[in-house]
């Protein structure tokens, strides 16, 4: 009798084949029907997933680009350093805060209809931060744009859980990692390019026009429908291009399940630990962004808008370069390790892919605080701090979150909406502090570098245990919770 007989097959363990292929049936089951999602062709799939990719990346751009416009706002509206961050911070806090809305509302009237709706808002929500005169109408257009914008974090994520199936969401899950962060580094290049020639109110401008175009890009969007119950070469139904549906009859049930879930898997330790694990470096590449205008467009660097937006190209470099080699590693890393292993794979085998991602993330936050306090040129805070924060934003989630939905694979989106919610609160909470803590600290910049940095490698710590056998003990311990029978439940 072989190793792989004896195995005691739990959630996270999987049966490996000799060339490395898992011997599974595909999950969740698709139905016979050539119009179920999960039977589409690979063209429809990927036109579904271009179509929210995009609408992510609009999303964002508006919602997360204001910081080198920071001097022009400033100037403006009379503000201060605290009140310019928390423009940003109240943007994000309702970004996280949303998606407790927005999850139940796709799925009882579908996707499509709540983007649609909610790309139409965010248009509007762009106008009236355009047309603002006074600081308290662009707060208040900030905090609904947030909202609005919250689709871009929980819809993405459901549409590759409704057309995709649990092997693939890995790979698709991090293309549309791609298009959120990708935004929220493009966007501020936009913003201070714009603002620089043309005043800050015509990049929201800009924005209302992209919004538009979302608008486009999402009446036409596919639709995915839950079937009752395989081909993999279907397409769509008419009735699946219609804009908007009967809403589901089971929206009582929906609403229920969709409130109550993330709230319930919050206290599972797994999946908190995945959540600070992608709010670390999130949060890190936050600290750097509220804080890029004060420091390069005050001496000795006297930086202009737009150049404050071109260090940006920075965290875009690193974060491309995180995209292409996170995965690939930890996939390597896992294959090695199972083909050691006799052909049996534990999802705890991809975590020591973090180890050279976590030496990054320190040597970000060292090396930034202490660039930022002793005024260091221009060039490393731009590489070392900035290029290395935009590498560890994409790598150490990645696989955190890969390893967490090896373990939980039902709840992938619950797991995301936890993972939201924990990072935008923690972010909301920097708006309040960071100024006033590098200002009144005899160390400076510094101060708040090494509170971001305990509070980054704090949890990175726990992969080590994780990883030696804690992990696994924690997947026997849940390994009769409903949440594994949760997509064949409802």
Known sequence: MGPQENVELIPGTETMGHVGATKKALIPTPSLDPHDPLNWSRAWKLSALASQWVFTWISVTGALSIAPMFPLLGHEFGLDNNQLAFLTGITVITLGVANFIIVPLSNIYRR???????????????????????????????????MVCATSESIPVQMIADVFFLHERGLWTGVYFTGYFMGAFLGPIMAGTIAAHHG?????????????????????????????????TGRPSR????????????????????????????FNPII???????????????????????????????????????????????????LATAGPLSDWIAARATRRNGGIREAEMRLPALWPYMIITMLSLILGGIAYQRQWAWAHIVVWAYGFAGLSVTSVPT???????????????????????????????????????????????????MVIFACTMGPAA????????????????????NVHRMEQSI
Not at 282 to 290: E, M, R
Not at 471 to 477: A, D, E, P, Q
Request: aromatic share 16%.
């Open 462 to 481: 726990f992969a080590l245990p994780l990883y030696y056998g804690l992990g696994k003990r924690l997947r026997v311990w849940t390994r009769n919770s």
């Open 239 to 266: 009735a699946q291009f219609r804009p908007f549906m009967k809403p589901d009859s089971r929206w009582k049930i929906f609403i229920i399940r969709d409130t109550w879930t993330p709230i319930k898997v919050f």
């Open 112 to 146: 499509r209809a709540v983007s649609l709706v909610f790309s139409v808002l965010i248009m509007l929500t762009c106008i009236w931060q355009a047309m603002a005169t006074s600081h308290r109408s662009l707060i208040a257009a900030r905090a609904l744009n947030g």
């Open 399 to 449: 696989i955190s979150v890969a390893y967490a939905i090896d373990c939980y694979k039902p709840i992938s989106g619950e797991i995301m909406v936890v993972a939201t919610v924990f990072k935008n609160l923690i972010a909301f909470s920097y708006s309040y502090w960071i100024f006033d803590l590098a200002h009144e600290s005899k160390d400076g910049w510094i101060a708040p570098a």
């Open 272 to 322: 908190l630990w995945a959540a600070l694990m992608l709010a670390g470096p999130a949060d890190l590449l936050l600290f750097f962004n509220i804080s890029e205008s004060p420091i390069f467009a005050a001496p000795p660097y006297n930086f202009g808008p737009d150049q404050v937006g071109y260090t940006n190209f920075a965290f875009a470099v690193g974060a491309l370069f995180g």
């Open 200 to 232: 800050w109110r015509s990049f929201f401008w800009l924005e209302t026009g992209l919004a538009s175009v979302a608008i486009v890009l999402i009446v036409p969007k596919l639709e995915a429908q839950a079937m009752e119950t395989v081909v993999l």
